[in-house]
């Protein structure tokens, strides 16, 4: 039954014209039938530069709305319109008014795990892998303001000499793991590094080896000559880590680190998008030129 689901995908994806984005956390299925699989960021990059006449973005809702937002003359459609991400619908456009109003003179730095809205009120946008270099591209603010995730931001603030005000937005799956968690897993594992993504809390960040976004932590593995390794952040990494480090072994922090939204789409729900051309996700042409200058200014960023 996948199997032939798998070749009507195949079939329908080539009639359309069709490309498969999956993020590194979507279920192994959907991963592996997909053309390309990243983080947000090399996702992102992906939708800038594809040629195909449909996007199938397998991910969240802000991932989807970021694609719209780099091409406006293609079909971008999410499998799962419900597929939200709980820190994007921390902050709304109303509360960013707000924040310029306070500090109208500092340059709002906002993750791309936020909706068209938003981006349109910020600056720049970045992601887990860039927000560095993109609070440092500010060659002559001191301050900057970043928003949704305070984890993030802080974990940047611990990176740069820059003076970094946050909103207090949080990933509820990265933001329950606690210290006792990894002290748990390095008693379990005493030769695993331990590898985190920004989004967890300081002090779990602190006692990690290795800090990066997730197709980072894909390259970190691969590269390193370490065996073993606990992994804190959405268990449906462990899928693209095990197929691409056959020898290795990877423990995941917390098993109850599972994003349920990651989770909705299935094989079924790609072929009938496909079929279609539904959800499609569009975002009104005034706001998407404003947050399109937020993420353009981002990718130069790097
Ligand atoms: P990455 O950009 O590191 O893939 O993270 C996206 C995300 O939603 C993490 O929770
Ligand atoms: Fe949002 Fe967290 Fe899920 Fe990523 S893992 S999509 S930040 S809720």
């Known amino acids: 039954m996948a199997e032939e689901t798998t070749q009507r995908i195949l079939a329908l994806k080539r009639d359309r014209q069709a490309i498969i984005l999956a993020h590194n956390y979507q279920p192994a299925a959907i991963q592996d039938i997909a053309d390309i699989t990243g983080d947000s960021l090399e996702l992102s990059r ?3 530069s594809t040629d195909a006449r449909v996007i199938v973005f397998c991910g969240v809702h802000f991932m989807a709305e970021t694609a719209a937002i780099l091409n406006p003359g293609r079909v971008v459609v999410l499998p799962r319109l419900e597929a939200g991400c709980p820190m994007a619908d921390m902050i709304t456009a109303q509360d960013l008014l707000a924040i310029k109003e306070q500090h109208p003179a500092v ?3 906002t993750y791309v795990n936020s909706t068209a809205a938003v981006k349109a009120e910020s600056t720049v946008c970045c992601t887990s892998a860039n927000s560095i270099r993109v609070v440092e591209s500010f060659k002559d603010a001191e301050t900057v303001y ?3 995730d305070q984890n993030l931001a802080m974990y ?3 990176h740069t000499r820059k003076k970094v005000l946050h909103w207090h937005g949080y990933c509820p799956i990265h933001d329950r793991l606690t210290l006792d968690h990894i002290h748990k897993a390095r ?3 005493p030769e695993a590094l331990v590898v985190a ?5 300081p002090e779990v960040l602190e006692a990690a080896d290795f800090v990066k976004s997730t197709s980072g932590m894909l390259h970190y593995v691969a590269e390193s000559s370490h065996g073993e ?7 449906g990494i462990l899928h693209p880590m095990r197929k691409q480090n056959p020898g290795k072994k990877f423990y995941p922090a917390s098993r109850a680190m599972i ?3 990651m989770k909705r789409i299935g094989l079924e729900d790609i072929l009938l998008a496909l079929e279609t051309l539904q959800p499609r996700i569009t975002v009104p042409e005034e706001t998407r030129l404003r947050a399109l200058k937020a993420v353009e200014r981002m990718l130069a960023a790097g």
């Open 46 to 48: 992906q939708a800038a």
């Open 156 to 158: 940047t603030a611990r």
């Open 187 to 189: 008693e379990e594992h």
């Open 146 to 148: 970043m928003t949704p």
């Open 107 to 109: 340059p709002i730095v």
């Open 197 to 201: 993504h920004p989004e967890c809390r």
């Open 229 to 235: 390794f606990i992994i804190a952040t959405e268990l």
């Open 259 to 261: 994003c349920p939204d």
